[in-house]
């Protein structure tokens, strides 16, 4: 078995109205705990251009994957790095994981500390708290699939540890 996306942002347009919870005010479901307070007042733009920022040096291009065996995978990415694009592999049980290995590769190494998904319609989002180098912050991915929405919020995460 083998797949194969492109990815291209794709994030609802903006509202301008503050919120206890821009989240919940947009979609209807609650923020993690952490995040929630955190993110409080924020309007859904602000919220999104924090958490989910559209520019830094790290980019998701395209991503594959093919069962190698029981409980292992290997996974193929095209990642735009600062002004470089590059294909990239690893082999894991899962993308999270390679996901991992490929931006600890890239220079950013990233530890999930928390993992949040909330189904909106027909597309998921997901909630990274993240750590590097004693950092700690949340990100947000939203996508087609788990998948997508799990990798976008790696690379958020990614893009807020080392801003460019």
């Not at 980019?59 to 065996?69: A, D, I, N, P, Q």
């Not at 990642?79 to 600890?104: D, F, H, N, Q, R």
Request: hydrophobic share 35%; aromatic share 8%.
């Amino acid at each position: 078995m083998s797949t194969s996306s492109s990815f291209a942002s794709s994030f609802p347009s903006s509202s301008t109205t503050p919120a206890a919870d821009p989240f919940a005010a947009r979609h209807h479901k609650s923020l993690p705990r952490e995040l929630r307070t955190e993110a409080a007042g924020l309007t859904w733009s602000a919220f999104e251009n924090t958490y989910a920022p559209s520019s830094g040096p790290f980019r998701l291009g395209s991503w594959s994957e093919r069962k190698t065996g029981p409980g292992m995978w290997d996974f193929e990415a095209t990642l735009g790095i600062g002004e470089s694009i590059c294909k990239t592999g690893a082999s894991a049980p899962g993308p999270v994981a390679a996901m991992t290995s490929m931006l600890y590769d890239a220079g950013c190494p990233m530890e999930i500390l928390s993992f949040h998904q909330h189904e909106i319609g027909h597309r998921t989002a997901t909630f990274l708290l993240c750590e590097s180098a004693g950092i700690r912050l949340w990100a947000m991915g939203i996508g087609e699939s788990h998948t997508e929405s799990t990798l976008r919020a790696m690379i958020s995460g990614a893009n807020r540890l080392r801003p460019a």
